[in-house]
């Protein structure tokens, strides 16, 4: 039974770094998935400004126009 114990602790220290070579790369895949989340919300924000930006101009360009055709 003192065989098995001793041969079981000398194991329990590789099998701790197992576990963390194993638990490591996961928390950093987490870590970096929600910085590329957060980084993808403020892109997708800023493209909806920039297009809601473009729109209004057209907007006032196309009314812009008509106020031309109609002083004529």
Known sequence: MVVAWSELASDLG????FLVWLVIPLL????????????????????????????LIREEQ?????DGDAGE
Not at 32 to 46: D, K, L, P
Not at 62 to 66: C, F, I, L, V
């Open 14 to 17: 590789g099998v701790a770094l």
């Open 28 to 55: 950093y895949l987490v870590a970096v998935g929600r910085r590329y989340v957060r980084q993808c919300q403020e892109n997708a924000q800023a493209a909806v400004w920039a297009r809601d930006e473009v729109c």
């Open 62 to 66: 196309r009314e812009g126009s008509h």
